[in-house]
Every structure is written in structure tokens, then in C-alpha cells.
């Protein structure tokens, strides 16, 4: 089955621990993002990566570090300086350049306690 | 600055009637209009997508009309189902230079009642 997947579904850490959120994807799409999610909140981008090796800040960037080492991994890492991480996380991503549509995994709930 | 307003935050229908739901922008050169559907605790999935090159697109039980001099689009969702019941995303983006930036309205959330 091709796909995005995230894991785990559920997250929990204690505030001040960096924590990571895994996203793969077998599409063999060259871009990939992640948002956040909070209630009535809508999606705000974090991050996005066009290729491999490089990625640029979206729109709430600070607190959030990403990689992105090989096509089909693009994982996120929620540092201690966000001061509100407890959200749901949504990685996505699209085939490349003059591409739109966007593919979404399930998502993975971090609760910082 | 919220370049995407989306109304109504939510929305009660009863089965078999019509939900529409619209979305303003204000950046003129997006040219790409998606709509989003997801379901709780799941992630968003593309339900419907229109350019600006037409003013409408039906795709089954949906359609998008779009007002391009208004800078309005909207979802029409026919005969609606209690399994039509999610929240609803817009989205705009432009295409060139960082056309990956999808910007999202708020949601609106669709409940269809029996």
C-alpha cells in the first residue's frame, strides 16, 4: 500500500523533553510538510521540504527542528523552547514543483504534560 | 493576517439538504482552491480541488463555485449524508516560487442529522 504514515498515533512526554515525530512516505513524492493542528485553529505550517537535504521555516517555526536525509522521511522534533506543543501533528506531502495537492498521513497527538 | 476566512465554524443540515459552505481570500495571485475533508482524530484528506479558470466544478455530491472578481469560492455539498459529518478545510495557494504553501481557513464543522 502506498501511503504517508506517522507514528505513533499517540504522544506523551514531560515538559521540557525534546520529543520526535516520525513521517514516511512511499509515494515518491520529492516535497514534504508538517502542521500543526489545534481546535479552531485550522492547519499552520511548520515546516516544508522541496528535496532532499534542504527545508525551509513555514509560518510557526520556532521551537520545531526537522531533517530530511532521505526522500521518503521527514522527521519533525519539538524542542523544549516551544513553549505549547501539545497539538496534533500532520505530516503531508506532494509529488514536487507545480504539484499542489497535498496527501496527508493520520497524525500523531502530542500531549506535553 | 488571515489570508483565508472561512464561515461558518459550523453547521447543523438534516439529511438529504444542502451544505454550503464559503471561503474569502485576499492574496490575488492564488490560483489553486482545494477543499479538505477529515474526520476525528484522523488527518485531512483532498475532497475537491477548482483553478480559477472556471467558476464551477461538481464532482458527485459536490461542487465548487468560485468568484473570482469577489475573491470567494465555496463547497456545495447535495443530498447530505450523517456520513458527510467532518470538518470542512479550505485552502489556497499560488503556483511558482514557494507554490507548496497551502494556506488553510479554519474549518468549518459539518454535522448531518438523520
Known amino acids: 500500500d502506498g501511503g504517508i504514515t506517522q507514528s505513533p498515533k499517540y504522544l506523551f512526554r514531560k515538559e521540557g523533553q525534546n520529543v520526535t515525530l516520525s513521517c514516511e512516505q512511499n509515494l515518491n513524492h520529492d516535497a514534504m510538510y508538517w502542521y500543526r493542528q489545534d481546535p479552531g485553529q485550522g492547519l499552520r505550517l511548520i515546516y516544508y521540504s522541496q528535496i532532499v537535504n534542504d527545508f525551509q521555516k513555514g509560518d510557526i517555526a520556532e521551537g520545531y527542528s526537522v531533517s530530511r536525509e532521505k526522500k521518503e522521511s521527514f522527521p519533525l522534533t519539538v524542542t523544549s523552547a516551544q513553549k505549547n506543543p501539545t497539538a496534533f501533528y500532520l505530516c503531508?506531502?506532494?509529488?514536487?514543483?507545480?504539484?499542489?495537492?497535498?496527501?496527508f498521513g493520520p497524525g500523531t497527538r502530542l500531549t506535553v504534560l | 493576517q488571515q489570508q483565508v476566512k472561512q464561515s461558518p465554524q459550523s453547521l447543523i443540515v438534516q439529511k438529504g439538504g444542502i451544505s454550503i459552505i464559503n471561503c474569502a481570500y485576499e492574496?490575488?495571485?492564488?490560483?489553486?482552491f482545494p477543499w479538505y475533508q477529515q474526520f476525528p482524530g484522523k488527518g485531512p484528506a483532498l475532497l475537491i480541488a477548482?483553478?480559477?479558470?472556471?467558476s464551477e466544478k461538481k464532482e458527485g455530491r459536490f461542487t465548487i463555485s468560485f468568484n473570482k472578481s469577489a475573491k470567494q469560492f465555496s463547497l456545495h455539498i447535495m443530498d447530505s449524508q450523517p456520513g458527510d459529518s467532518a470538518t470542512y478545510f479550505c485552502a489556497a495557494s499560488k503556483s511558482g516560487g514557494s507554490n507548496y504553501k497551502l494556506t488553510f481557513g479554519k474549518g468549518t464543522l459539518l454535522t448531518v442529522n438523520p
Open positions: 477548482i483553478r480559477p479558470d472556471v
Open positions: 503531508a506531502s506532494s509529488i514536487g514543483q507545480n504539484t499542489d495537492t497535498q496527501y
Open positions: 492574496n490575488t495571485a492564488f490560483d489553486y
